[in-house]
């Protein structure tokens, strides 16, 4: 029996493993990682896929043996229980990142990557009408910064199709603020659910060293002026905090409080 192509191996009448004891096996799991992460960058891949073969024969997981029957198995019964293990995937919740360009400099964002790239209307339509027939009811905004593009008429478009034609429970943003004006909300307010703000420091210098530095502009004040807008316009707001070397020792509980959000999304520097 051969359990993966580099590394055969059988079970006998006692309980071992082609010559490893079952009783054995902690050390020689030991024995297998530490000669794995000992070698050279250059192989450790190697090393990695061959501990990798030999951890699936050592230990055995359910569907391991799928396709091979048992003995006084059913054949029809066993076909019956894979078919009824083969789950589609839905995607009920998408987070579309549709641009990665965004005029903050966040040291501990991911999307250090500046591709100017973003897809035609028509075509960013289409791939969500694909996704509500595969079963998304929620759909999450992002970047990058989402209303850098087209000063958030593209996003606006999207936020209007997603509520109006394809009947989406559930329609959100995450965004820095800074881009976002009145007029956006008078024109698209009436299809967003949610409207979530990253705000990281009640303090503006703070802010700077994180690099949400916005010039003259204040980050802070602007947050509060996003905030009576959510409410005039029935979107309810959230916030998004990452907690990293710069903001670790500020208590901001008074300005959350203040300010009322539906939800305080506290997440960790990665």
């Not at 991911?110 to 791939?127: D, I, M, N, Q, Y």
Request: net charge positive; aromatic share 10%; hydrophobic share 35%.
């Amino acid at each position: 029996m051969t359990r993966c192509g580099c590394f055969p191996s059988s079970y006998n009448t006692q309980g071992q493993l082609q010559g490893v004891s079952v009783s054995r096996l902690p050390t020689a799991l030991a024995g297998k990682l530490r000669n794995t992460f000992t070698q050279p960058m250059g192989s450790l891949w190697r090393s990695l896929a061959s501990l990798l073969c030999w951890l699936r024969a050592a230990f055995p997981w359910p569907g391991a043996e799928r396709g091979q029957q048992q003995v006084g198995e059913d054949p029809k019964e066993s076909q019956e229980e894979d078919e009824d293990e083969v789950l589609p995937t839905t995607p009920t919740s998408v987070n579309y990142h549709f641009t990665r360009q965004c005029n903050y400099k966040c040291g501990f964002c991911f999307h250090t990557a500046k591709t100017s790239f973003v897809l035609p209307l028509e075509e960013a339509k289409r791939g969500l009408q694909l996704l509500k027939q595969a079963g998304m009811e929620k759909i999450n905004f992002s970047g990058g910064e989402p209303f850098l593009q087209d000063r958030g008429e593209y996003l606006g478009k999207l936020v209007k199709f997603c509520k109006v034609e394809l009947g989406l429970p559930s329609v959100s943003i995450v965004s820095n603020g800074s881009l976002i004006r009145e007029r956006w909300f008078r024109d698209y307010g009436e299809y967003l659910d949610i409207l979530a703000i990253s705000c990281d420091s009640f303090d503006e210098q703070v802010n700077v060293l994180i690099g949400r530095g916005q010039g003259k502009k204040n980050h802070v004040e602007n947050l509060q002026k996003l905030r009576m807008w959510c409410r005039d316009y029935r979107v309810a707001f959230k916030i998004n905090s990452v907690i990293n070397r710069f903001n670790v020792e500020e208590d901001m509980n008074e300005q959350i409080k203040a300010l009322n959000p539906v939800r305080w999304k506290v997440s960790p520097q990665c």
